[in-house]
């Protein structure tokens, strides 16, 4: 079992908003982090600390925290972000990652 | 652009041993903790190992803790994991990933390519 959790999927129509949850008692106390995995590629980074993108991430893509729950938001979702997307943090003594069991998007 | 490269996957018996190998490039790799992270087939990622920037202090998922060992070469740029006693369920592949600067938690901001690693009579 995961100690955060995500909805198994989302769909959304292209260009709508896509929104995943992660729940967990690592918030708010831990960043959350989110990662997209593309089918035979390795995860990539779209969102850490919250709420931060890293370079060549669209603005597309934001993160957000309150309470117990993390959210990531893709605004206005293209065909090239159908993937999976999980969130990742840590217990809240730090030592441990905790990861939710992922999300797929579909965009059609 | 930061560059991780594994090696040393491959299909073993259970009970079995291998040694993953990942050698970091174009990024200051002593200033880096470093993760190893897994996924099964069709499953979700799993956390497995964290070591810090010196390689005194180590961190263990708790389905591989006394059984895997992360280590680190910092004048060859290389982390390390020593697997033992492996059975079916760690067939994965085996992401090796340096951890984000500067915060109190081991997220990852770069993964390599992955290494399978396949555990069959």
């Known amino acids: 079992s995961h100690e955060l959790t995500q909805p198994p999927s989302v769909s959304v129509s292209p260009g709508q908003t896509a929104t995943i949850t992660c729940s967990g008692n690592s918030f708010p106390r831990q960043y959350a982090y989110w990662y997209q995995q593309k089918p035979g590629q390795a995860p990539a980074l779209v969102i850490y600390k919250d709420d931060e993108r890293p370079s060549g991430i669209p603005e597309r893509f934001s993160g957000s925290s309150a309470g117990t729950t993390a959210t990531m938001t893709i605004s206005g979702a293209q065909a090239e972000d159908e993937a999976d997307y999980y969130c990742l943090s840590a217990d809240n003594g730090g030592y441990r990652v905790v990861l939710g069991g992922g999300t797929r998007l579909t965009v059609l | 652009e930061v560059h991780l490269v594994e090696s040393g996957g491959g299909q073993v018996k259970p009970g079995g041993s291998l040694r993953l190998s990942c050698v970091g490039s174009?990024?200051?790799?002593?200033?880096?903790?470093m993760n190893w992270m897994r996924q099964a087939p069709g499953r979700g990622l799993e956390w497995v190992a964290t070591?810090?920037?010196?390689?005194?202090?180590?961190y263990y998922g708790d389905s591989v803790k006394g059984r895997f060992s992360i280590s680190r070469d910092n004048a060859k740029n290389s982390v390390y994991l020593q697997m033992d006693s492996l059975s079916a369920e760690d067939t994965a592949v085996y992401y090796c990933?340096?951890?984000?600067?500067?915060?109190?938690?081991?997220?990852?901001?770069?993964w390599g390519q992955g290494t399978l690693v396949t555990v069959s009579p």
């Open positions: 990933a340096r951890v984000d600067y500067d915060v109190l938690i081991f997220a990852p901001d770069f």
């Open positions: 174009d990024f200051m790799f002593n200033k880096y903790n």
């Open positions: 070591i810090s920037t010196s390689g005194t202090d180590v």
